[in-house]
């Protein structure tokens, strides 16, 4: 079975770390919607230039353009034993279109990790990282309005509460007691 793994969280909650780590362990792709635009945007694709005004305004790019990107990025072969998802679905049509997109090859979630995370904390990581690489441009305003557009809609985070994925535990004493 294929190890189908979203991971959603506020930015500054280690996904990209923990994602990483899943990967190279389950030898599965690391999928990062973020990393795909930056890519498509430094290699001037059109892609890129048609997502460039969205990432530049600090806006998500429009839901039916990156469902088509992912879409095709989960249909390439490498994906056959699984992936790790991370920057997608951030809206809730995103992740209903997620859920057809592998009900179509039989598939479905194995899990979602959903990283909780303090806005104070995750403003202070951000803020950390800004001056660290000498991002000056990322002062706590900005960092504050980026955290309002990316933030996890309660919506999104529902639909998945409601999927709940039953772990089977063993309900009964062990066998020796039950003698
Ligand atoms: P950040 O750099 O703010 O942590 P990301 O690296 O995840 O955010 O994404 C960078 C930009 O790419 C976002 O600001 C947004 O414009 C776009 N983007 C990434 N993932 C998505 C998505 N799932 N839906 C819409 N836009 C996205």
């Known amino acids: 079975m294929p190890l189908d793994i979203v991971i959603l969280g506020p930015p500054g909650a280690g996904k990209g770390t923990q994602a990483e780590l899943i ?14 635009y930056r890519a498509a945007v430094a290699a001037g694709t059109e892609l ?13 790019v429009p839901d039916d353009l990156t469902i088509a990107v992912v879409g095709e990025r989960l249909s390439q072969p490498d994906t ?13 049509p ?27 904390v995750a403003e202070q990581r951000l803020l950390k990282r800004a001056l660290e690489q000498g991002r000056e441009d990322d002062t706590p305003e900005i960092i504050h309005r ?3 557009t990316m933030r996890i809609p309660e919506e999104l985070g529902q639909h998945y509460r409601v999927k709940v994925i039953p772990a089977r ?11």
């Not at 990967?23 to 795909?36: K, L, R």
């Open 23 to 36: 990967s190279e362990d389950a030898g599965i792709p690391h999928i990062n919607t973020g990393d795909m």
């Open 48 to 60: 890129g230039a048609r997502v460039k005004p969205f990432m530049d305004a600090g806006e998500l």
């Open 80 to 92: 056959a034993r699984g992936f790790v998802l991370e920057g997608f679905p951030r809206t809730l």
């Open 94 to 120: 995103q992740a209903e279109a997620l859920d057809e997109i592998l009900a179509e090859s039989d598939r479905e979630l194995s899990v979602v990790l959903h990283f909780q995370l303090s806005d104070e």
């Open 146 to 148: 980026g955290m309002e």
């Open 169 to 179: 535990i063993h309900a009964a004493p062990p066998l020796q007691e039950e003698l």
